[in-house]
């Protein structure tokens, strides 16, 4: 496709991507700067589902704004309800109880690995692999299950409440639960075999989309993006909930293109789930949540958190009443568009939907 | 760099089957602490509207004249706060899901119940559903 109204023929072309396209799970829209096949620029455009749910929060209860919180994802969801309940325990100054702390991580580990297994096959979708795509959402099934189990939801956990959690599995349920994650761990590793060393998977993500360390620090890259460019940044180590307690490395590799960082999200997966079990094995016993009463006093918060697509920021400002006067987040998606533009150019246009990819977009979380 | 792979992992599927179910024949059991349908004790509702007002989908229509208690449930976000809030406890949460209907089919996606008007009034066609 030509641009019309330039009779210039080395002039770049434009082309529509998104908001509907095959490999796009969410809308978002690009204009393609095209010189040949190359890619010389990219607009990134987003704005197609925005639902207002900052707002709402001048609406709700504080305590109750929770459950509009985590639907700002469905699949972060628990760690959207879980920063917001962060944000506010940091305005009313409580602590929460050690067992609350523990199964959140215990939750939120389950998220990622469901979050990264989805993304493995979003992406072997995108490159053509529809087998791998069925075969990782099979795994992800028995992760959900798990999740149905002890939070009591599939992909809306409903577990995060402000004080702790409001669910208490048993310690023999998580057990059981371990137990029951053991073949999506033993499927992962045949999918891990499948996604970095096969051939033609090889082909299409090795040194595509190539991101500089210096650029993905530049341009304010997080998570598995900032991480596949060889910098060591994970907020996990900041040791919020149970990550304190629990020893485990960070994902870290070097050469910053596709592989690079679908290498990442599958090391996070194994690493999930070995957290999994050690959140398992040391889970203290006591209650999950401490009462609530009465308004929050005035105040702000901040809250950061380590979400599958990176770090994410929330903001609690209170105004003293039971409706709190703003929440903001900062989501992971937001802060990887630069970055993910950056990596578009000088790809060629059959390799942007593996670069979108690879950044996992969570357009739902990025508008709310 | 390996080739083909995947092939042993086709070749499992193929021995082990399908890992989806027939849905609406084989329903896979709801875990003890799934949450699900809201059900309501209704002649233990005093209509305060508590669940109405806290209510995160606007699913739940309390109203206190005439008497009636309505769930849409294919609103409902099954949060869990109408009986956590409910001061008289009528309220609970059943473990398995409405299953899925025609859209036409009103029937399957709300639950009301209205209190018929007391004896010495006219109107009588008001039914308890």
């Known amino acids: ?368 | 760099m390996a080739v083909l792979p995947m092939t042993r992992i086709l070749f499992r599927n193929l021995i082990q089957g399908p890992a989806t179910r027939r849905y609406p024949f084989v329903v896979r059991p709801s875990f003890p602490s799934s949450r699900g349908r809201i059900t309501i004790d209704y002649p233990k509702c005093i209509h305060c509207g508590a669940c109405d007002r806290r209510c995160p989908a606007n699913a739940i229509k309390v109203s206190k004249d005439p008497k009636s208690w309505k769930i849409e449930h294919f609103a409902c976000v099954t949060c869990g706060l109408c009986v956590k809030v409910c001061p008289v406890k009528c309220l609970d949460m059943a473990i398995d899901r409405p299953k899925a209907v025609r859209f036409a089919d009103l029937a399957g996606r709300v639950d009301e119940h209205v209190t018929p008007p007391a004896p010495a009034a006219e109107a009588d066609e008001a039914t308890h559903a």
């Open chain 1, 1 to 368: 496709m030509t641009d019309h109204g330039d009779k210039d023929l080395s002039s770049p072309s434009v082309i529509p991507f998104g908001p509907q396209h095959p490999v796009l799970p969410e809308p978002l829209h690009f204009d393609l700067y095209l010189q040949d096949e190359k890619i010389v620029g990219a607009v990134p455009q987003i704005g197609y589902i925005h639902r207002g749910l900052e707002l709402l929060v001048e609406k709700r209860d504080y305590t109750d704004y929770v459950h509009v919180a985590e639907r700002i994802c469905g699949i972060c969801s628990f760690m959207h309800g879980m920063g917001y309940c962060e944000a506010v325990e940091g305005v009313l100054g409580i602590a929460v109880p050690d067992r609350a702390r523990w199964l959140r991580t215990f939750w939120c580990e389950l998220e990622r690995a469901h979050s990264h297994l989805m993304w493995l096959g979003l992406a072997a979708d995108a490159f053509g692999f529809e087998s791998l795509f069925m075969a990782s959402w099979r795994a992800r099934e028995l992760i959900i299950d798990v999740a149905e189990e002890t939070a009591g939801g599939r992909v809306i956990f409903g577990s995060a409440i402000v004080g702790g959690v409001s669910k208490d599995p048993s310690d023999e349920t998580l057990r059981r639960c371990i137990e029951a994650l053991r073949p999506a761990r033993d499927d992962m590793v045949r999918l891990a075999r499948v996604m970095l060393k096969d051939i033609t998977v090889r082909h299409r993500l090795e040194g595509v989309g190539v991101l500089s360390k210096e650029r993905a620090y530049l341009l304010g890259a997080v998570g598995p993006m900032l991480r596949a460019s060889g910098h060591d940044y994970d907020l996990r180590r900041r040791g919020y909930a149970a990550y304190g307690e629990i020893a485990f490395e960070t994902a870290v590799e070097t050469a910053g293109d596709c592989m690079a960082r679908a290498a990442i999200r599958i090391k996070e997966i194994e690493q999930s789930f070995s957290i999994l079990e050690k959140a398992v094995a040391g889970m203290p016993a006591g209650p999950v949540a401490v009462p609530i009463k009465g308004m929050p006093p005035v105040g702000e918060c901040y809250a950061r958190l380590e979400q599958p697509r990176g770090e994410v920021v929330y903001y609690v400002r209170s105004n003293g009443s039971r409706r709190l006067d703003r929440f903001r987040v900062r989501t992971p998606t937001f802060a990887n568009i630069p970055a993910m533009v950056e990596a578009m150019i000088g790809a060629s246009l059959a390799d942007v939907g593996t670069i979108i990819l690879t950044i996992d977009p969570c357009i739902s979380c990025t508008e709310r």
